[in-house]
């Protein structure tokens, strides 16, 4: 059933480049970059050293202890240039420059004179929002020149600290750019720049479709009401045919898209609407009937629907999962539980964290970088996850990883790009993140399976414990604490609560784990068992209400590491093995634990195999813990999934898409139902079965002892629950089998 057409009026902050047909130009080919006063070839999408890679100027960073080598690239200002043809644009009225990413400060010039954004002015200032620039009336019919002057961020932010009367502990947090490339303890410090995403022209005549959006309005057992949202620019009062259509999803060519003939012989609302000059929204309320629910993976299947947007000549495609998403956030007898309920059903969240899947985010444009995307969540979802958090010191990722991850049935919990460090609060500062921030909430509120939206990583939890605070006299405390509180308890929510329908949670973590309320309260990082260098033992009595963070390192496959050493490298004391491990202290808590749990190897061959080994072992007992604790924990997201480049990390799959024991170990955990062992303190064990289906199971525990003796113990266990089916269990257990009838 559809209802009545409605019209009406929006300023919006972004365009999305749906424009009627023949009026986009791409602007990607023909570029070249300057290095000391010679042209050379440049990629984009791309960044500047891999532009120097591709012309021979500079080494491979990721190669041995290149990265060194290769810091001089951030200091120089680099200019981009293209030449095209303005014939065909000419014969539009309206045209302008649309750049999906520039990294980071940018000048835009057209023929030799200053080009000005949108906001009026000619710099940019912030990769993680798009830029537009108007064009002038007339161009030239052949080589109009377009040049890109990228300043070196790491200066600029040196000139806006010496403003402050106090020092922030790192330059990076004045400028909106990808905080990774700074450097980690996992990955390289690689300042990069350059056109990272592609560059287009749109050209119009009487009006022109910015974009699309869908709405979950409504839900219940017998309807599901989308608000289909259309944008539409106009120059001038008109009218314009609208026509929207809907109907069950299916995928085509592992896109998920339709064509329009998919869409014959179904219902459709036809109609002309009156366009005023200037920003129209259009609405369109459409009504499915016993909709069919999207469900996280190992839940149930991601139904999705498919939605057809045909505005005069421009048509959009869109695709929707019905599902009700909520956080629960309640008082209780611990003391506030920290659980997502979907489609009003508790689930336990079962994942890890993701960080950038490159060093270079342009590289993860294109095949290439879909087929990185694809490779990962697709490992993702084969090892039982549910959800994948998209940590808060990367990027705001690919429209392609949300498409993944809604067809996937991975939710996301994304952090908004803030981490590990203390922020300004300027008006100039908050109005450029209020702008990043209304972009991609409005971008990403596009996917089902967007759960929640969180303010930052560990800012609160620097700010409390990591010692900052020694360094400013009281009046800078209040100042500073004032700041974070501007920036993610009030301006962060009040753009996520009008853009989105999403939860939103302020820091993550909310306690950091020297807080005895990490353990009873909110999202919990919990890295006594790394930093603190405490055994795997204290994952069960440490365990929190949600588990964000946690993790243990260990080294890629050998091939990994081949692929950036020589013979002579390949000891853990070299130059380039120490380059390739980022923690000041990571081989010293490896040996400890190998020590306590296996045993020092005495070639690196064999140090990498027991490093994955004792990995494996820890994060498996660790996920153990936090499932058999359920209700009080429903939520174990390791750190880390992936690597940005060939390094020893906390990762799950080296940077060459090679799972470790790590991987292996997590699919078998995150079964849904498996045998959890509690240790207890006499020596005994409780055994417990965990069930994350929607419905009960009934088997036998299969338990062999050292003698070989196998005892069977039937058990029917609850659904979407931790089960304690052997108590005080004293005999010792060589392994456990699970038998399901």
């Known amino acids: 059933m559809y209802r009545k057409l409605i019209l009406f009026f929006l300023v919006l902050p972004f365009f999305s480049c749906q424009t009627k047909k023949d009026s986009l130009f791409d602007l990607n080919q023909n570029w070249t970059f300057e290095y000391e006063n010679k042209q050379y070839a440049a990629t984009v999408p791309g960044c500047i050293h891999t532009d120097l890679m591709n012309a021979g100027i500079i080494p491979d960073p990721f190669y041995r202890c290149n990265e060194d080598s290769v810091q ?34 940018a000048e835009v010039y057209l023929n030799g004179e200053p080009l000005f954004h949108t906001e009026g002015s000619h710099l940019c200032d912030n990769m993680f929002r798009p830029w537009c620039f108007p064009l002038p009336k007339t161009l030239k019919n052949k080589n ?15 000139e806006k600290a010496k403003q402050l009367p106090y020092t922030l502990p790192d330059d990076r947090v004045f400028t909106r750019k990808a905080p990774y490339q700074s450097g980690w303890d996992w990955g390289p410090k690689l300042v990069t720049c350059g056109v990272y995403k592609p560059v287009k022209i749109i050209a119009w005549d009487d009006y022109y479709v910015e974009g699309v959006e869908l709405i979950q309005r409504e839900l219940t057992d017998e309807k599901g009401v989308i608000e289909v949202v259309v944008m539409v620019v106009a120059d001038r009062e008109m009218e314009v045919e609208v026509e929207v259509k809907g109907r069950k999803g299916e995928k085509e060519n592992g896109e998920g898209i339709l064509s329009p ?61 019905f599902r009700t998403i909520e956080l629960v956030q309640e008082k209780d007898e611990i003391g506030e539980s920290f659980y997502f309920k979907i489609n009003n059903i508790p689930v336990f969240m079962k994942g890890a964290n993701w960080i950038p899947a490159h060093s270079f985010v342009s590289e993860m444009e294109g095949r290439k ?133 999403r939860p939103y949670h302020p820091s993550s973590p909310l306690w950091g784990w020297g807080h005895p309320e990490c353990l009873t309260e909110g999202d919990s990082h919990y890295w006594g068992v790394w930093w603190g260098e405490e055994p795997f033992e204290v994952w069960l009595p440490k365990t929190g209400r949600f588990m964000s963070e946690y993790g243990f390192q260990s080294y890629p496959q050998m091939s990994t590491i081949e692929s950036f050493t020589l013979p002579e490298d390949r000891n853990l004391a070299s130059s380039v093995m120490k380059n390739h491990q980022k923690h000041p202290r990571g081989v010293q808590i490896i040996n400890k634990a190998m020590q306590q749990y296996a045993h020092i190897p005495d070639n690196l061959e064999d140090y990498v195999r027991v490093s994955q080994e004792i990995q494996a072992y820890g994060i498996g007992k660790a996920i153990e813990a936090h499932r058999l604790k359920r209700p009080h924990c429903m939520g ?16 799950s799959i080296d940077f060459f898409g090679n799972w470790k024991l790590l991987h292996h170990t997590v699919k078998e955990k995150f079964a849904p139902v498996i045998i959890a062992i509690e240790d207890l303190d006499n020596g005994a064990k409780n055994i417990y079965i965990v069930n994350d289906l929607l419905h009960d199971v009934k088997g036998e525990i299969m338990i062999t002892h050292k003698d070989y003796i196998t005892t069977a113990i039937p058990f029917h266990a609850k659904e979407n629950s931790s089960s304690l089916i052997v108590k005080n269990y004293k005999k010792e257990v060589l392994k456990t089998e699970l038998v399901l009838y």
């Open 72 to 105: 001089w690239v951030a200091d120089r200002i680099w200019v981009y240039r293209t030449v095209f043809d303005g014939k065909q644009i000419n014969k539009f009225k309206h045209a302008a420059i649309y750049f999906s990413g520039l990294d980071t400060y």
């Open 144 to 158: 109009n020149e377009l040049v890109i002057k990228l300043l070196p961020s790491e200066k600029i932010n040196e």
């Open 261 to 321: 003939s998919n869409f014959e012989g179904v219902p459709e609302e036809r109609g002309s609407l009156y366009l005023k000059p200037g920003p129209n929204q259009i609405s369109q309320f459409i009504e499915i009937e016993n909709p069919e629910l999207w469900w996280p993976n190992g839940l149930g299947e991601q139904k999705m629907y498919d939605f057809e947007v045909t505005v005069g000549a421009t048509t959009t495609h869109k695709r929707w999962g």
């Open 369 to 501: 970088g879909k087929e990185r995307y694809k490779m990962l969540l697709e490992s993702c979802k084969d090892a039982n996850m549910n959800m994948i958090r998209v940590w808060g010191g990367g990027v705001y990722e690919h429209d392609y990883f949300y498409e993944l991850c809604d067809e996937l049935g991975l939710l996301v919990w994304q952090d908004f790009m803030f981490a590990c460090a203390l922020y300004p609060a300027d008006t100039a500062f908050l109005k450029n993140v209020k702008k990043e921030a209304e972009f991609q909430a409005k971008r990403l509120n596009q996917h089902p399976s967007l759960a929640l939206w969180c303010g930052n990583n560990e800012v609160k939890n620097g700010w409390e414990d990591w010692g900052w605070q020694k360094q400013y006299t009281s009046e800078q405390r209040v100042e500073i604490g004032k700041n974070l509180h501007t920036l993610f308890n009030e301006l962060l929510p009040e753009v996520v609560k009008t853009n989105s329908d």
């Open 636 to 651: 174990t997201l390791y750190w880390q999934l992936n690597d940005c480049w060939p390094v020893a990390s906390w990762s």
